[in-house]
């Protein structure tokens, strides 16, 4: 046999365990990416805050992706069909709503941050002030409405039914002596409303993030109420490889640089750490 033809017997095996090879070296490094990236759904005021937490947690091997939803339910809809692995977004009160709404498999992974709400208005320099009818913009979505009648009645503005109830409606509604008219809007465009609306009910991220007004300027603040704190959501059956969720909700809860960022987002003394 010629020189030529036993190297070219000899060359097309190698060629092939080399590509085998490289086929498999490419598979474990997928794997290995795959294993220590970390997907988690967002609504965009957190975009700054969970961005500098995945900086931090890149030195340790984790990598996040960020995904913004600009709704309140996709999130939950995108963990429950294993397209991200966890979701930033909502409280307590809303998640068993949505739960009981949907029957996901959702639970509570850990405890985030949590800020105050308030009543807002651009006219008006006190809630004693505000006139008959009065236009008072509030969330749309069964839970945050519910808590924006709570805060009213605490207000004095109004009386519902029951205090304890998370998910009051406006048919809850016993007396109203100013006759508010109210407008139901999407949670996040309620801060949009500040400057028509006669009175809003406010998240401080949202009113910061649309420029309209300083959350500290609220004629009533609710109470820190840590049911309210914004949680790390998976499916009660995630399992959370290399520690990856575990790792960066420990940097969330313990970076400088976010309470920084959480002081700047919705103002100092108008958040606080729901885990604690």
Same mark, same amino acid.
């Given at each position: ?171 809850? !509604?016993?007396?109203? #002596?100013?006759? *508010?008219?109210?407008?139901? %809007?999407?949670? +996040?465009? $309620? @801060? &949009? ?6 009175? !809003?009910?406010?998240? #401080?991220?949202? *009113?910061?993030?649309?420029? %309209?007004?300083? +959350?500290? $300027? @609220? &004629? ?57």
């Amino acid at each position: 046999m010629s020189n030529s033809k036993l190297s070219k017997n000899w060359l097309i095996p190698l060629i092939v365990l080399v590509l085998i090879v490289g086929l498999a070296g490419y598979r474990y490094v997928k794997n290995q990416q795959q294993d220590n990236t970390l997907t988690i759904g967002i609504s965009p005021p957190y975009a700054k805050l969970l961005q500098t937490v995945a900086d931090e947690v890149k030195k340790q091997g984790v990598h996040v992706k960020l995904v913004e939803f600009s709704d309140w339910q996709a999130p939950n809809v995108a963990v429950q069909n294993h397209d991200i692995d966890a979701n930033f977004f909502q409280q307590s009160v809303f998640l068993r709503n949505a739960i009981k709404q949907t029957g996901y498999n959702l639970h509570a992974f850990a405890i985030g941050s949590g800020s105050h709400v308030g009543l807002y208005s651009k006219k008006y320099k006190s809630l004693e002030a505000l006139p008959e009818n009065a236009r008072v913009v509030i969330p749309s979505d069964p839970v945050n409405s519910a808590r924006a009648l709570i805060l009213l009645d605490r207000a004095g503005l109004i009386k519902i039914k029951d205090l304890s109830n998370e998910l009051s409606t406006r048919q809850d !509604i016993i007396s109203n #002596p100013k006759n *508010l008219q109210f407008l139901e %809007v999407e949670g +996040p465009q $309620t @801060a &949009l409303a500040y400057n028509d609306a006669d009175l !809003i009910f406010g998240f #401080p991220h949202y *009113l910061n993030m649309a420029k %309209v007004a300083d +959350p500290k $300027t @609220a &004629l009533f603040l609710d109470p820190v109420d840590k049911k309210y704190a914004i949680l790390f959501v998976t499916r009660q059956d995630h399992e959370d490889k290399n520690d990856k969720l575990k790792t960066f909700v420990h940097a969330f809860q313990n970076s400088p640089e976010v309470h920084r960022i959480l002081d700047q987002d919705f103002g100092q003394g108008m958040w606080f750490e729901g885990w604690k």
